[in-house]
């Protein structure tokens, strides 16, 4: 077998990888897991996957007598570097290009065992071959040797999709805007920014994951304001801008961009999706609350529930069943033709790795398999005992001073919520389970310091079904 030929990283495609990884990681070089990584290990690992043809490499080389080329990005490294074999390189390598965004995770199928193994893809944007065009600079300015005007420091990290970087871009037009000297592109998810005087107005808008990013779209704002948004989204903030912004009219979508007005399926939020129609709520001084009901005030005390870990996102990426036996069944029905349509090579491969997929190349079918609140964070938590939590009646859960979710309980409180709320697994958040569990988990997980258990016992479980249900639906109800 003729060896493996690597292409030459570009030095100024290096400096751009190196430059989105001290933005997105860290500094270079650091220590992450006992392995230290530099600028030549960056180099040498997308070296490596470039000259796959698939540019995708398992994370760890099969073990085999045999005497063939690298299959494993381990090897490959070991072969190149002189590594140490008891240090992880490769995972770590791996995780740091793909939270850099300059490569995503991946699933390599062994052809003669058919064996699925871990493994990491060099994104398109990130490849080369023997004849690419020059890479435009990677300074975080972007400077153009033109004489035009300077960039500013916002273009240091795009405000869409919070990974690449901005540079400008010359002697190209985007269809249907009119004529600009220049404009700024991100070099990861695409977006694109014309200048309007002293404003800059995002035209184009990847299909991304967070589909607020939406009201931007065909707005204008100040350097300082885009940076203000880049560095709030960031932070998880929701603070909103004040800088004025003017609103351009629509046009079409610019040539080569993705979408201009993208598709997203809607989003339910866990606190703002289902309210009950319930009257004021009251507060009461020992902390309990009271519930109108008809012609009665029913009281219900709060529960401590004690948080364990941190939030987790993702969770569905876990799930095992494969897409193609999936797509058969009759919850998945309607997106089978499609789905065999536009993604039949991904059939054979799990439901949650496909769906991590989409996701992460900002294709917003991947919700098509989840519930409403399948893609939100998730974690875990106790309910404290007390006296009450181990009695049964109804359960409220009040977020923001609302009602959002009632139920009952046929055993004590603390085995029911336990069960029902307090830990999501992959397949609670796809199409075909109950999204109540999701929506709750992240509603109480995600706002805590608003969100709170309201326990009223209630022995009797004839009533307990009757108040549930008026709760749940509004009507009135006669108490006994």
């Keep these: 077998m003729s060896a493996t030929q690597f292409f030459p990283l570009p030095p100024k495609l290096l400096a751009l990888a190196c430059e989105t990884v001290n933005r997105r990681v860290d500094r270079l070089p650091f220590t992450q897991e006992g392995c230290t990584v530099t600028q030549e290990l960056i180099g040498v690992t997308m070296e490596c996957l470039n000259a796959e043809f698939s540019k995708t490499l398992a994370l760890h080389a099969k073990q085999t007598s045999e005497k063939q080329a690298p299959e494993g990005l381990d090897l490959c490294l070991a072969e190149r570097l002189a590594l140490n ?144 948004i880049a560095r709030a989204s960031g932070t998880g903030t929701t603070k909103r801008v004040t800088m004025p912004a003017t609103r351009r009219p629509s046009s079409p979508a610019p040539s080569g961009s ?86 039949a090579n991904y059939l054979p491969l799990r439901l949650g790795l496909f769906c991590w997929e989409r996701k992460e190349k900002h294709d917003p079918f991947y919700r098509e398999f989840l519930n409403p609140w399948g893609d939100e964070k998730f974690g875990t938590f106790m309910v404290e005992d007390s006296d009450l939590s181990g009695r049964n009646g109804v359960y409220l859960v009040v977020a923001d001073g609302k009602a959002c979710h009632a139920g009952y309980s046929r055993e004590s409180f603390k085995n029911t919520l336990t069960a029902e709320f307090s830990r999501i697994t992959a397949g609670d958040c796809y199409l075909d389970r109950d999204g109540t569990r999701c929506r709750i988990n992240a509603l109480l997980c995600l706002q805590k310091k608003t969100a709170t258990v309201y326990l009223h016992a209630v022995d009797n479980e004839e009533e307990r079904v009757r108040i549930t249900g008026a709760l749940m639906s509004g009507a009135t109800v006669h108490l006994q």
Aim: with cysteine; hydrophobic share 35%.
């Design 85 to 228: 074999g008891d240090v992880p390189c490769a995972a770590v390598i791996s995780d740091v290009l793909c939270r850099a965004g300059i490569a995503e995770k991946s699933e390599v199928v062994d052809s003669k065992s058919h064996a699925r193994s871990r493994g990491v893809r060099l994104l398109p944007a990130w490849t080369w071959h023997s004849s690419s065009a020059p890479v435009s600079s990677p300074s975080p300015t972007g400077a153009d040797t033109r004489g035009s005007p300077a960039p500013t420091p916002w273009m240091s990290l795009c405000p869409i999709c919070r990974t690449g970087i901005l540079n400008q871009v010359f002697g190209k037009q985007l269809y249907g805007i009119p004529h600009t000297d220049y404009y700024v592109e991100c070099t990861h998810c695409g977006s694109k920014f014309i200048p309007e005087k002293d404003l800059f107005c995002l035209v184009s808008i990847a299909t991304i994951r967070d589909p607020s990013w939406k009201r931007f779209l065909n707005r204008a704002y100040s350097p300082e304001s885009w940076m203000e």
């Design 258 to 343: 993705p979408v201009s007005s993208p598709y997203s399926p809607p989003v339910c939020h866990p606190s703002a999706s289902v309210v009950l129609k319930t009257g004021p709520l009251t507060p009461m001084r020992d902390g309990s609350l009271g519930v109108p009901i008809q012609d009665k005030i029913l009281y219900f005390k709060p529960v401590r529930l004690i948080f364990s870990g941190g939030l987790k996102e993702d969770v569905f990426e876990k799930e095992q069943r494969i897409l193609e036996d999936v797509l058969n069944t009759p919850a998945y029905s309607a997106l089978k033709a499609k789905t065999e349509e536009k993604y």
